[in-house]
């Protein structure tokens, strides 16, 4: 059983296409994240949701949005698409108790905009 | 200046080798210091944890933390071919927001 998945593993697209990304965990987890993952390993938090509710939201393009159906789903859906989106964007969950929580990582999902 | 620095590497080293990945940084309301290591094509998973200055250990592996310094360090021992992959450290000042290091790429050579 994956603990936190993501699809799709690959997506190729177009520059100014709107594409999604989702993730779910099944570790009943409350806190959800998104990170970007740059070419050079870079790793940097996007967004962050405790049972739905947006907690962290980093200094990214009003483009990204990220949604949170339920609390085991964070969606990032993504606008307008440009080459600087090209990276891998990676969820996590941790349980709930901010400064302790493992924060478990999924598989990535490597976006590629041309 | 980024707030955590860690040299990118590549690191390459013998099989048996002890190893030593070092992060310094520069924001000393950071309390909570982590490494985690990251497989090619993977995500990363926590390996170490730490929340004070001193060492903590793990099998193979010691997390060191320098709060007056600013520094902290992971220490591999007895090197592995399967310790080859990105460790990435990372820092919060809680709230569940991780600052990470650039990551070093690790090699064990058999």
């Known amino acids: 059983d994956t603990a936190v998945s993501q699809t799709p593993k690959y997506l190729v697209t177009q520059m100014g296409n709107d594409k999604s990304i989702k993730c779910e965990q099944n570790?009943?987890?409350?806190?959800m994240y998104w990170y970007k993952q740059d070419s050079k390993k870079f790793l940097k938090i996007m967004f962050s949701y405790n049972n739905k509710e947006l907690i962290i939201n980093e200094t990214v393009p009003n483009r990204f949005s990220p949604k949170s159906p339920d609390k085991a789903h964070l969606n990032l859906h993504i606008n307008s698409l440009e080459l600087g989106d090209s990276a891998v964007y990676f969820c996590a969950s941790s349980l709930g108790d901010y400064n302790t929580d493992t924060q478990y990582f999924g598989p990535g999902t490597r976006l590629t905009v041309l | 200046q980024k707030e955590v620095e860690q040299d990118p590497g590549p690191l390459s080293v013998p099989e048996g080798a002890i190893v030593s990945l070092n992060c310094t940084y520069s924001?000393?309301?950071?309390?909570?210091f982590m490494w985690y290591r990251q497989y090619s094509r993977k995500g990363p998973e926590l390996l170490m944890y730490t929340y004070s200055s001193g060492n903590k250990e793990d099998g193979r592996f010691t997390a060191q933390v320098d709060k007056s310094s600013k520094y902290i360090s992971l220490f591999i021992r007895d090197s592995q071919p399967s310790d080859s992959a990105t460790y990435l450290c990372?820092?919060?000042?809680?709230?569940?927001?991780?600052?990470f290091g650039q990551g070093t790429e690790l090699s064990v050579k058999p």
């Open positions: 924001n000393s309301a950071f309390q909570y």
């Open positions: 990372a820092m919060s000042v809680g709230g569940g927001k991780l600052i």
């Open positions: 570790l009943g987890h409350d806190t």
